[in-house]
């Protein structure tokens, strides 16, 4: 019987295997727009698809960022300047990507712009940094989303969306996981809405890696910040001890991050390229191994292995 169950199990891989090896047709006439192209994964993805041919039209923050791109691709890389937390910028961009599309559509969509907010304890946090938070990685991923969904139904074309691990298993800060999880929802609800039209929606979870979104020294500055401007009531409650043992844990875990940012963009180029692709990829050796198995663990048991290694605040009654 086992032997049975083991070639099922080898039959099911190599059909997966097989089927996720083909590629769409034509990727030369087939357009893709990516957000937040000025570093990081969406830079490296535009670079990418540029080098298989495809018309890459790519949406940076800043106009420097946009220029530097453009002189490390091809003529067919077009570049736009787009901030999705303002409805006119996106109505913009959405404008200019129809214009250049025309009658073929928009064959994917990568929306992969998101910033990380300061690296605290909830209740250090800003409200404004939650709000910011939520207006870049949720509320302007679903925005982008909308302003051309028109385009990819008529390309009957791809849309990724860059969520995380985090979007799966909570880990502070907790506006970053807050707006992960709505992407996660959203991806979800809109896969299933848009079947019909033959338009497949990808998340790629990413895990732990050095971008300028985990900049050791930047989150360190706004660590420390977020803690020096904290009221009085919550320093005296957690005491100096907790920050400081805090701030050094998340240094460590931050200093362990993946450079290998291909980890994740061949994920999101499998996505857009492929015939058949995955509803979920996750990028990175520790999402697979470590985050995803542990999203799947009863709540008590993966709560004990994160609270294991927090440190005791000053004043627990």
């Known amino acids: 019987m086992w032997l049975y169950l083991a070639a099922l199990v080898g039959l099911y891989h190599l059909v997966r295997w097989y089927r996720e090896r083909q590629v769409v047709s034509h990727l030369e006439d087939r357009y893709v727009f990516i957000t937040g192209c000025d570093s990081g994964f969406g830079n490296l993805l535009a670079r990418q698809l540029d080098m298989r041919g495809l018309r890459v039209l790519a949406a940076c923050l800043m106009e420097e960022g946009a220029e530097q791109l453009r002189k490390r691709t091809s003529a067919r890389l077009e570049t ?4 999705v937390t303002q409805t006119e910028s996106i109505a913009a961009a959405a404008q200019w ?35 910011n938070t939520l207006k870049v990685n949720l509320i302007g991923l679903i925005e982008v989303t909308l302003s051309v969904l028109p385009l990819v139904r008529k390309a009957r074309g791809r849309i990724v969306n860059v969520s995380s691990v985090f979007g799966r298993i909570a880990v502070p800060p907790a506006a970053y996981s807050c707006s992960k999880y709505g992407v996660e929802a959203f991806s979800d609800v809109l896969r299933r809405e848009l079947k019909s039209f033959g338009v497949k929606v990808s998340m790629v979870e990413p895990g732990a890696f050095k971008t300028g979104l985990t900049d050791l020294q930047s989150i360190s500055d706004r660590m420390k910040q977020a803690w020096d401007e904290a009221p009085s009531h919550i320093k005296e409650s957690y005491g100096q001890h907790y920050f400081v043992a805090y701030f050094n844990s998340m240094k460590q875990l931050l200093s362990t991050c993946s450079t290998d940012l291909l980890l994740v963009t061949d994920c999101m180029e499998h996505a857009l390229t492929s015939a058949h692709p995955r509803t979920r990829y996750s990028g990175g050796w520790d999402a697979k191994f470590f985050y995803i198995p542990l999203s799947y663990l009863p709540s008590s048991l993966s709560d004990y292995i994160f609270t294991r290694s927090f440190p005791k605040p000053a004043h627990t009654a």
Do not use: M, Y
């Open 80 to 83: 736009v300047t787009l901030d």
């Open 97 to 131: 990507v129809k214009e250049r599309v025309g009658h073929r559509g928009l064959w994917g969509l990568v929306n992969n712009a998101g910033i990380f907010p300061p690296v605290t304890v909830s209740e250090w946090q800003k409200t404004e940094d939650l709000v």
